[in-house]
């Protein structure tokens, strides 16, 4: 047998294993949409959340039924911690937000907008959750353009605070920017033909597993601390308006939720860096006539300790208590039979004050 036989027996036999290999990857690895930037957080050893990267999102949540710390967690193709909907059944509400609004720690059945949906379930509304964790007021915009519109919702529950006010290592304006820009590089052109092959996708998989703070918002916590929020105050109000006039010119409506944490019922915080950023969700209520829900002031009311699994995570309890305030609300203005609309803002130019920018390395708070 000559050398050239030799070469070709080799690289034969080099490709059928080859492809072995891919079909058994395709068989036996996590499927394809839960690999591309996939990252698993796991919480007392039960896998609680995986989020894979996006370029307008920064980062989003892979579809799939996982088990959650506190139960299951089912999230749809679109990214949502929802069930396929289909045909439009009755009103439909979108909640957007970050982990609090997620549910982070609470089963499918317990987070605010299942016990929402099975409140008004004789109006046949639709409650649909769109938060995802660690997601602000930038992102959730993103969301609402780019997916949450397609769902003709009536009503936005806009619940984005905590991720907007954090003080972290990125702007996510600055950031949602780098990342687009990455996107048009020939290294991830590269990328997005190896992802096509089950073998790269599953070795990325198991990368990604090992080498924790990979995608996204994970990755991000590598980088030094600005100090800055994340999103600036004045773009968080300019945010909270483009609600409004996204769904004015829907004749739709907007329903602004304020969040709470554990300091309302402690009243522990003298002075919280937070209540700059509920101001002006308040004064951008007021600016588009729309209702606001207090949270923080229905939790301090009820009192109970166990109302939050940690310092600013809702429990089972404290979803009910979410579902139920808001619920009264949504009752108040009438709602579903009578329709929420909100105006248009004026493109106020009004400066918004922040005392706090720039000094987040001194503060060590917390985000969504």
């Known amino acids: 047998m000559s050398w050239r036989q030799k070469l070709g027996f080799t690289l034969t036999a080099v490709l059928l294993g080859l ?3 891919e079909g058994i990857c395709r068989l036996v690895a996590p499927s394809g949409g839960l690999l591309q930037g996939a990252r ?4 007392g050893g039960a896998q609680a959340i995986m989020m894979r990267g996006s370029p307008f999102l920064l980062w989003e949540l892979a579809p799939g039924i996982r088990k959650g710390p506190g139960g299951q967690v089912s999230v749809n193709s679109d990214g949502f911690r929802d069930r396929t909907r289909t045909g439009k059944r ?5 909640a957007l937000g970050d982990s609090s609004v997620y549910g982070f720690g609470v089963s499918d059945a317990s987070v605010f907008t299942a016990v929402l949906e099975s409140t008004f379930a004789n109006h046949k509304a639709e409650f649909i959750n769109g938060g995802g964790p660690g997601y602000s007021s930038t992102q959730a915009l993103n969301l609402l353009w780019g997916r ?4 003709d919702p009536d009503l936005v529950l806009a619940m984005t605070l905590w991720s907007d006010n954090n003080f972290d290592t990125f702007v996510d304006a600055d950031q949602i920017a780098t990342y687009a820009a990455w996107r048009r590089t020939g290294a991830a052109s590269v990328e997005a033909v190896l992802e096509h092959s089950a073998i790269y996708r599953s070795l990325e998989y198991w990368l990604r597993k090992s080498e924790p703070g990979r995608v996204g918002w994970m990755e991000l916590k590598r980088q030094p601390p600005s100090g800055n929020r994340r999103v600036p105050i004045a773009d968080y109000a300019r945010n909270l308006r483009e609600y409004c006039t996204t769904m004015a010119a829907r004749d739709g409506g907007v329903v602004f939720v304020m969040l709470p944490n554990r300091h309302d019922l402690t009243g522990g915080h003298p002075n919280p860096p937070w209540k700059p950023y509920r101001e002006v969700m308040r004064s951008v209520a007021r600016a588009c006539n729309a209702p606001l829900v207090d949270l923080p002031e229905a939790f301090a009311r009820d009192g109970r300790r166990h109302l939050f699994l ?3 995570h ?3 309890v404290g979803h009910k208590l979410m579902a139920d305030t808001i619920a009264a609300t949504l009752r108040s203005a009438g709602w579903p039979d009578k329709p929420i609309r909100v105006e248009t803002p004026s493109q106020s130019q009004d ?3 922040d005392p706090f920018e720039g000094k987040g390395n001194q503060l060590g708070l917390f985000g969504g």
């Open 19 to 21: 492809v072995v290999v």
């Open 40 to 43: 698993e957080q796991t919480e």
């Open 90 to 94: 009755g009103p439909r509400a979108l």
């Open 148 to 151: 949450g519109l397609a769902l």
């Open 310 to 312: 940690d310092e600013m």
């Open 314 to 316: 809702p429990s089972v």
């Open 351 to 353: 400066s918004v004050s």
